[in-house]
């Protein structure tokens, strides 16, 4: 490991740092977008560290209630450390190994996240609290200093940052809590413009299929309710024969039942009163050419 100066060497060995680090990028990527789906769906982050990396937990809390950088919704997230009354009352009544331990039972439920920050990986109420969270399936993320380190063991998942200092530790933990803020609020807005591009086109194909129910029947000259202009009037007969169905082509209907009778040639085969039209007689009257005073009416 390389021994810089003081003063200006610190920024020499967090350049060192954060070049080495840069390899864990993908990890950060996968935290936050596995967060995305935690909160996204109800869940809940839980943070956790002691001194400056109690700073570094609230940090990240405070990014995913509040935001990152674009606007977005809330989420929760909890930094354990910052409710005092329930940690000292917990280390006064329980011990100090207790006070994320407890509220890691209080408000954790399977599916959570409890994140853990510590520089030298051995913080004993980090380790209960790590204990405690796997117990009920909340899944345990560390960010630590060198490995191999207790909590990285007792984590599911842990980032390591290999730096020779406690405050080059700090300086990079901050970088991944930004990482992983990045991470999230990116797998949120691909989330968001996927769901649009399926309500868009469930729109669509709702639009389609109603086009093909509401239109396509009246290609063929259909009523949307039945079918009745496929009724056939080209030879003047409807499917049914129902009264007032007779044929006014040919001229020619049935029996000459009222109302249907022909108009074309003028003759009713059992007309009323056996009267025939076609010469112009009525009964017994005779009206043949339209002299009034020689016919008689019954």
Not at 165 to 185: P, R
Not at 276 to 284: E, H, M, Q, S, T
């Amino acid at each position: 490991m390389t021994v810089h100066p003081p003063v200006v060497g610190h920024c020499d060995e967090l350049l060192d740092a954060l070049g080495a680090f840069r390899a864990s990028a993908h990890t950060t990527q996968r935290w936050g977008e596995r967060l995305a789906a935690v909160l996204g769906g109800g869940g809940r982050l839980l943070a956790a560290g002691n001194g400056g990396s109690a700073a570094q937990a609230q940090h990240l809390t405070a990014e995913l209630v509040g935001r990152y950088q674009d606007d977005r919704p809330p989420f929760s997230a909890i930094a354990l450390h910052a409710d005092t009354s329930s940690t000292t009352a917990i280390a006064n009544d329980y011990g100090v190994d207790e006070v994320f331990a407890r509220q890691v039972r209080a408000h954790g439920r399977a599916g959570d996240v409890l994140m853990l920050l510590s520089t030298s990986g051995a913080s004993a109420n980090l380790l209960s609290a790590a204990d405690a969270a796997r117990a009920a399936g909340v899944r345990v993320w560390a960010l630590t200093g060198c490995a191999p380190n207790p909590l990285m063991a007792g984590s599911d998942e842990s980032l390591c940052v290999d730096a020779p200092s406690t405050a080059t530790v700090q300086e990079i933990h901050l970088v991944a809590v930004h990482m992983i803020c990045a991470a999230f609020d990116t797998a949120l807005a691909r989330s968001a413009a996927a769901g649009a591009d399926r309500g868009s086109g469930a729109r669509q194909n709702g639009a389609r299929q109603n086009g093909v129910r509401g239109g396509g029947a009246r290609q063929n000259g259909a009523h949307p309710d039945g079918v009745r202009r496929e009724g056939v009037r080209r030879d003047g007969v409807r499917p049914d024969g129902a009264p007032g169905n007779g044929a006014r082509g040919s001229g020619a209907t049935g029996n000459g039942a009222p109302g249907n009778g022909t108009r074309g040639t003028g003759t009713r085969d059992d007309a009323r009163g056996n009267g025939a039209r076609g010469d112009g007689a009525r009964g017994d009257g005779v009206r043949g050419d339209g002299a009034r005073g020689k016919g008689t009416r019954r």
